[in-house]
């Protein structure tokens, strides 16, 4: 089973900036597309970024511009650098892989624990 422990939340300025850091378990995770998704009070979870095992990267409107998805294989870490913080930011953040069951099966979604931003005065 995969484990994924999120961090560096916490509370920041209208403008300021963020990275967030997911530490992934096992030893297949250079192969594993992974995401962050995150979730405000009273609103459903939505998609934030998505970098694929290759390096390539596909980000929500909202974020296009400001927002940075990275990852670095060798320490089974993926990164949101998040600029430009504003209000609408505030949420928690969650990392997120697809792991496939079985061969030719769907991906079931696995979720860290999620941290915390607050985007305030």
């Known amino acids: 089973q995969v484990q994924l422990v999120e961090s560096g939340g916490g509370l920041v300025q209208p403008g300021g900036s963020l990275r967030l850091s997911c530490a992934a378990s096992g030893s297949a995770f250079s192969f594993r597309a992974m995401g962050w998704y995150r979730q405000a009070p009273g609103k459903q979870r939505e998609l934030v970024a998505t970098?694929?095992?290759?390096?390539?990267?596909n980000y929500a409107d909202s974020v296009k511009g400001r927002f940075t998805i990275s990852r670095d294989n060798a320490k089974n870490t993926v990164y949101l650098q998040m600029n430009n913080v504003q209000p609408e930011d505030t949420a928690v953040y969650y990392c997120?892989?697809?792991?496939?069951?079985?061969?030719?099966?769907?991906?079931?979604?696995?979720w860290g624990q999620g941290t915390q931003v607050t985007v305030s005065s």
């Open positions: 997120n892989t697809k792991i496939r069951p079985r061969i030719g099966a769907p991906p079931n979604d696995y």
């Open positions: 970098i694929t095992s290759g390096g390539n990267t």
